[in-house]
């Protein structure tokens, strides 16, 4: 939530600026706001809305030309989304500029006691404050170098709460300060054709990645200071020295550009088979093992555990869902799913022997970041499916598995969720494989089936056309329902989450089984249900009832449309509609069945005129509990 930018180098700070907060934008566009420094002075820009606005401004009231500036795209917290507080915020004296993601907690307090020195506040904002202290506690630190710095790190002792900070000061020309604390920020360190040094901060790597591919991580409770000449010296808030982690950023700048499609959105569904290939290659070996070097847990420690929770926020909750059909079947381990806002706020039962797995996309939930952090202290082990290198959540687990998605810039995760869903997987065959629960081949004929999974969704990408028709046709449904069983229960709550994230229509996801019991009164004449059948193949028999179900709904005037496998002939009288996918093993049916939710989702809000891939009231990670 809000996206954040730094600059300091030889280039004109605000086109640098400006082009990261481009890229950030997906993290918040409730306002958007510049400030450089030149000749002394600090020159602000802001306007409500999305950053097209303040572009608008800027052409209107260009700013003064400078080599060090910073930005902010806001998802509002404090204050609404006007004019007035878009951030920067300045202190009094017009000295400092302040940029900040998360919540300043203790706020009120601090506001109180600089208000009763008399200072007067131009905004309702947490953020505020810390530009007044700022400028105070600067005004007391000795001159000399590191002295914003200093003034930083005394300033974040007194904050509570969630903050990324970044600062400028009048007085200092050569530098840009930044404080962080439980909301993300990475440094960027580039270069010039001519060999002159570059230094840059975003709330993610996205905002430099079209200068420089070199990035370094700050930890908690770590402020650095970038000086034009003198670099990056990063310290913690007592100011003892820190060794900073440098790493290098894998995607270029072309993997978060929307390569000639309309939305990122589509892009980013487009480009699913190859995120499930990514996540799969180097995983998969060539007798039909799994070889996760990549999990730092022992055998031995893979082979204790008793119990799996699976946590997570929103659609890698659904992942989660889906993960325990697979690990208890494949590994006979119970397992259990949690949204992460509940988890530890319920004093969940977790010691040693459990295996904590939470998936974030992004790396930056704060939700999930929180249960992570309270399994690990009551002594669990925590391993991490992200896709943000260099991001908390997997920094902080005692494990890491990757997918390997590249960036996803559209707020309703697509590919981000698929290959959540297919790392779950590898997850639970690996705990299969070490513990010895499954005989060698029957690993390798599950690992086959992983193997021909990205072709089963291009395969379904193939036939999309019928289903962007329909949601054109529904795109003035009042109410859509999504209806599963088994794996596709998890599959009708993305659908649902999907289409409500999007279209702004109400769409429930229910279990087919519960139907009878409330949820089928809502069914009226001509309502959309869409049904994910499962495979008529599968063993557990459910198909027959969801067939079944399918008429229930259909006798009480629903508009079915079904998603069902190839081949699957007794759904064909009772389907208004009828989205075929390709026969896949039971346990992998989501990786093909959401493929066209997603795509209905997005058409209808297209239909409807929405903004696809930044919608109403959302920011793509949610770095405030
Ligand atoms: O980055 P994360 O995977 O932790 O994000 C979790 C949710 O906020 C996210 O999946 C959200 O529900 C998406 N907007 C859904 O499309």
Not at 45 to 61: C, D, I, S
Not at 261 to 277: D, G, H, N, R, S
């Amino acid at each position: 939530m809000c996206g954040i930018v730094g600059y300091v180098g030889p280039q004109g700070a605000l086109d640098v600026v400006l082009e990261g907060l481009r890229r950030l934008e997906y993290r918040g566009y409730d306002s958007a706001g510049v400030a450089v420094l030149s000749d002394g002075e600090l020159s602000t820009a802001k306007k409500a809305g999305k950053l097209a606005n303040l572009e608008k401004v800027l052409a209107e009231e260009p700013l003064p030309s400078s080599t060090i500036g910073i930005g902010h795209t806001r998802w509002a917290t404090h204050g609404g989304p006007t004019d007035r507080n878009a951030h920067p915020h300045l202190s009094a004296d017009g000295k400092v500029a302040v940029v900040h993601n998360g919540i300043i907690e203790n706020f009120a307090l601090l506001r109180a006691e600089i208000e009763a020195t008399g200072t007067e506040f131009s905004s309702e904002t947490d953020t505020e404050v810390v530009a007044h202290l700022l400028a105070a506690v600067y005004r007391e630190t000795p001159a000399g170098e590191g002295r914003l710095a200093e003034a930083m790190r005394a300033v974040s002792r007194r904050l509570d709460g969630a903050f990324t900070l970044v600062a400028t000061h009048a007085d200092e020309p050569d530098t840009l300060v930044a404080s962080r604390r439980n909301s993300p920020l990475v440094v960027g360190i580039g270069e010039t054709a001519d060999g002159t040094a570059e230094y840059f901060l975003g709330s993610d790597v996205a905002a430099f990645i079209g200068h420089t591919r070199n990035a370094l991580e700050l930890g908690q409770d770590q402020v650095v200071e970038l000086h034009r000449t003198r670099g990056a010296t990063v310290t913690d808030f007592a100011g003892a020295p820190v060794e900073p982690t440098s790493y290098t950023v894998d995607w270029d700048a072309a993997a978060a550009e929307k390569g000639g499609y309309p939305w990122f959105m589509l892009k980013e569904i487009a480009e699913q088979p190859q995120a499930v290939a990514d996540t799969l290659l180097g995983r998969l070996g060539e007798s039909g093992e799994l070889v996760l070097d990549e999990v730092r847990l022992s055998d031995q420690e893979l082979r204790d555990i008793d119990k799996v929770f699976v946590v997570a926020c929103g659609t890698a909750y659904h992942a989660g869902l889906i993960a325990k059909y697979a690990i208890e079947h494949w590994t006979r381990i119970p397992v259990e799913v949690e949204v992460a806002s509940e988890f530890r706020y319920r004093d969940p039962v977790l010691d040693r022997s459990t295996l904590v797995v939470v998936i974030s996309q992004s790396g930056e939930t704060m939700d999930t970041l929180m249960a992570l952090r309270h399994a690990r202290e009551q002594k669990a082990r925590v391993l991490a499916i992200c896709n943000a290198n260099g991001s908390t959540i997997p920094r902080e687990s005692d494990a890491v598995l990757y997918t390997h998605a590249g960036p996803e810039v559209a707020v309703a995760s697509t590919k981000g969720f698929l290959t959540q869903v297919v790392a779950c997987y590898l997850v639970g065959l690996f705990l299969a494989q070490v513990r010895g629960v499954k005989y060698e081949d029957e690993i390798a004929a599950i690992v086959d089936d992983l193997r021909r999974l990205p072709e089963a969704v291009a395969k379904v990408l193939e036939q999309m056309e019928p289903v962007r028709e329909l949601g054109r046709e529904l795109a003035d449904a009042n109410t859509i329902l999504f209806l599963g069983r088994h794996v596709g229960f998890p599959v009708a709550l993305e659908g649902a989450l999907k289409l409500k994230e999007l279209a702004y229509i109400h769409a429930e996801g229910f279990a087919a089984g519960e139907l009878k019991h409330g949820p089928i009164a809502v069914v009226d004449q001509g309502t959309p249900v869409v049904v994910v059948v499962p495979s008529p193949r599968s063993r557990n028999s459910v198909h027959g009832k969801v067939v079944s179900n399918i008429q229930e709904v259909r006798a009480r005037g629903a508009r079915t449309i079904v998603i069902a496998e190839e081949g699957d002939e007794d759904v064909v009288p009772f389907a208004d509609h009828l989205i075929r996918v390709p026969r896949t093993p039971t346990l992998m049916a989501p990786v093909v069945t959401t493929v066209p939710l997603q795509v209905l989702a997005c058409e209808i809000a297209d239909t409807r005129g929405f903004d696809v891939d930044q919608p109403r009231n959302l920011a793509k990670s949610v770095t405030v509990e």
